[in-house]
Each structure stands twice: as structure tokens, then as C-alpha cells.
């Protein structure tokens, strides 16, 4: 009965995992999903931009290398959380399979130390549990925090852009008077 209460809390261990699994897998293709939205926004930028002035490449290609840059270091951040906690799920695992395989080997008179190890297994579980949220938590806010950065990007963006285009425009007013 109590190797049956170990199982089935490594079956939950196991469906916690595979739901992180899903959660991060859900995160990246969303990550993805805005990075590509990203990606062209910016070239619809850059292709207007082009054919009202030249000076403008340069601000645009600079732009771009920000939001690729803020975009490789986000997928960087969310892949090292993730390696982290498959880690550590791997190490609980092991953990959890040492601790059944000593209980299995008990004699009867070691009754009450199977009661102690079942109490430290919950423990364990717990502090999985608040892991994965703690990660999921940090993969939230890593995603908010690029989605920020991306709006204030191109709000500067569009900024700087209209600066430019009224400077121009004004630097063909004068030439149209001077003519």
C-alpha cells in the first residue's frame, strides 16, 4: 500500500512535468508568434522607410539588431529556465526512486522509518511543486518584460521616424525656396 502511495505520487511528479513541458512548449511558440510579428513589422518599416530616405536605413537596421538582440537573449533566458528545471525534475526523480528502492528492502521492524521517508518524499514534492511555479513565474515575466521592450522599441521607432520626416521635409522647403 505504501509503494502504491509512491507511485502514485511519481505518476504526479511525472504529470507535473509533462504540463511544464506543455507550458513551455505553449511559451516558445508564442514567443515565437511575437518574435516573427516582430520580425515583420520591422521590414514593413524598413521598406517604407527606404523609399522616403536613406538615412533612415541606418536607424532601421540598428532597430532591427535590438530587437533581434532582445529577442536571442529572451529564447536564451527561457531555455536556461527550462534546462534548469528539467534538471532539477531529473534530480528529484532520481531522488524519488532511491528513496522507494530503500523502502522496498525494509524489514517490518523498520515500520515507522518507512513513515519518516514517506514525510520527506511530500517535502520533496512540495518543493518541486513551488519550483515549477517559481520557473513558470519567471517565464511569465520574461515574456511580459520582451513584449515591453519590443512596444517601446518600436514606439521610439516611429518616433525618430517622424522627426526625420519632418526635418526632411523641411530641408525641402528650403531648397524649394532657394529654387
Sequence with gaps: MEQGTLEEQLRECQRENNHLKDSVSAMREELEEVSHNADARVRDAVA????????????????????????????????????DSQSEIAQL?????????????MSIEHNRDKQDTIADDSAIIQQLEQTIASIREELEHLRMSSNETLARETADFNSERKQLQKTIQELRDKVETIT
Excluded at 536613406?54 to 529577442?71: S, W
Design 93 to 105: 526523480k532520481k531522488t524519488v526512486s532511491s528513496l522507494r528502492d530503500e523502502m522496498e528492502n
Design 48 to 83: 517604407d522607410a527606404n523609399s522616403e530616405n536613406a538615412q533612415l536605413v541606418a536607424t532601421i537596421a540598428a532597430i532591427r539588431e535590438e530587437i533581434e538582440f532582445i529577442n536571442n537573449e529572451t529564447t536564451r533566458k527561457v531555455q536556461d529556465a527550462v534546462a
